[in-house]
């Protein structure tokens, strides 16, 4: 084989190797980053591929990912945290279409480019920056709701009853009542004995005090 048949034949499986991100890498990823991060570059990954019905379902849980996220900051509180429901995203597109990628590389191509990995953790750093300051501008923003009273009032009055009362009781929820005219409220704290008390709730500045008539 002269050198310029040899030359040629690196060219061509060159060109015949498709250029891929290592998409156990991705996954991996996902991890510091989201899920979407993830998502995003096996969507990539199956258009080198030329799959573009699996590209379309990445694209698809990309899109839904951060819908979710901005249902998260602009929607009402939800009951479960939104690290434990990322969390339970990540594994869900890990086991329903990352898996599906990893296992197809592996069994189906033998060697890749290798993608430099700077631009998409570039993406993922701006993109994480800017979820976490659109999520810090909008609580800042945000008037506290009654269920944000309540749930941070419950703590201090188990401490004025433990503290300042000697009492040793906890209080397990309160239930804003009403408002009153200087923008107080008037609640009732359920404790650990089922025994109910008024309560006062003052907000100043942001922070929630709270006293026991």
Known sequence: MSVDEHIDNE?????????????????????????????????RNWKSLNR????????????????????????PTPKTSGTSLSIMFLFTWYFSLGKQQVNYVKENISDYQKKSWIKPLLYG??????????SLVFAFLAPISTDDIEESAAPLVTQI??????ENKTCKTV?????????????????????????????EDGMVYVSIP
């Open 125 to 134: 750093i701006c993109g994480y920056g800017i979820l976490i300051t659109v």
């Open 52 to 75: 573009p019905k699996e590209e379309k379902w990445s694209m698809y849980f990309v899109y839904f990912l951060i819908l979710f996220h901005l249902f998260l900051i602009f929607g």
């Open 175 to 203: 239930s804003v009542t009403s408002e009153l005219p200087n923008g107080s409220y008037e609640a009732v704290a359920i404790l650990d004995d089922e025994t109910e008390i008024k309560i006062v709730i003052q907000l």
């Open 161 to 166: 009853l433990q503290d300042q009362l000697k």
């Open 11 to 43: 060219q061509s499986n060159s060109e015949s190797q498709p250029e891929l991100w290592n998409p156990n890498a991705a996954a991996c990823w996902s991890i510091i980053f989201n899920p979407i991060f993830g998502a995003w570059v096996h969507a």
